[in-house]
């Protein structure tokens, strides 16, 4: 963490200075952002004395629902006339869990409008703008929620956190980090998460009530996709799973329902790439997953017009399911091919 007691010195200098702080959050809220937020919030409450409000673009999703104080954010897509009125009284701007203040869209107007506010960024993502007065940007650390660990542990000390504080940023290194199964699992970060157990968090409770939320249909539907429609393409190396519209019905289908549904192929000894294939009203969206240098954003943008990221990309097929699959099985064929490791 470079010169991190640098920037704790200016960041006292503007915490001493100011009254009314905001902190603000990327559009669809994950368990980071109001991890981050809330533990954020909390600091700058008690330690500093200011007055905060949280903001978040629009609503947090129904597993989150729980987190200690979630009741206090501001959701500006709700309440945008209040949420404009906040961030123009503020002295401090926080933009946590996101580097590009366009991508908070109504919110971001009125960010610009407030033309004397300080802004500070304390984020995880890569190639952060030169937009802000004051930046923590750390790209190798897990989560959001840790930079803001520890920041907090150099500017006051953990003790400025609560048990709820603590459960919030627990919940943000949790989620981020894939249940600690992802990069960025340093032996530092454990020592932060001893820090929070001595809080008094309860790990399992925040387990259940972010991972034990289905319902029995979405655990049904989730039985029906691997047993009846996982098909495995050249020789084991590829695998999708497809879901129609009526096969959605049946099973009651709710936004989000088949969320991570794309994971479970590449659990598979030897597969490479999985995809899903979900029947939306006017197209057939498609995720991608693979594993190891095996690139699915460069699959997407060749062969679905999307992108995204190396191992986790998207895109779109205007086709129907049977020419779609049937593409995929070819193309994904072709691309294993060009592309051995
Ligand atoms: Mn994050």
Partial sequence: MDQLSEKIVSLRT?????????????????GDATGSSLAWAHVLEHSFNLDVTC???????????????????????????EAAQQVSEADLI??????LID????????????????????DHHL??????????????????????????????????????????LYVGIMTDTGNFSFSFLTPDLFRAVAGLVEKGINISQINTSVYNTFTEDRVRLLGHSLCNKMTMVNHGKAAYISLTEREMRKFNFQLGDSEGFVNYP??????????????????IRVSLRSRGETDVNIFARKYFGGGGHKNAAGGKSFATMAQTVEYFERVVTEYLAENKE
């Fill in 14 to 30: 503007l915490l001493g200075a100011a009254k009314k702080a905001v902190v603000v959050t990327h559009t669809n809220p994950d």
């Fill in 55 to 81: 903001i978040i673009p629009n609503r947090y999703p129904g597993f989150l629902a729980w987190q200690p104080h979630i009741e206090k954010v501001l959701i500006a897509k709700e309440k945008p006339e």
């Fill in 94 to 99: 926080f933009c946590l869990d996101f580097n």
């Fill in 103 to 122: 991508r908070l869209e109504n919110l971001a107007e009125a960010i610009k409008a407030n033309t004397t506010a300080r802004r500070v960024l304390i």
């Fill in 127 to 168: 190639n952060p703008p030169a937009e802000f007065d004051l930046m923590f940007s750390y790209p190798d650390l897990c989560s959001t929620s840790y930079v803001v660990y520890r920041i907090v542990e150099e500017l006051v000390g953990v003790d400025a956190f609560d048990t709820d504080a603590a459960s919030n």
């Fill in 266 to 283: 590449l659990t598979i000894v030897g597969v490479k790439i999985s995809a899903m294939f979900l029947a939306t009203r006017k197209f």
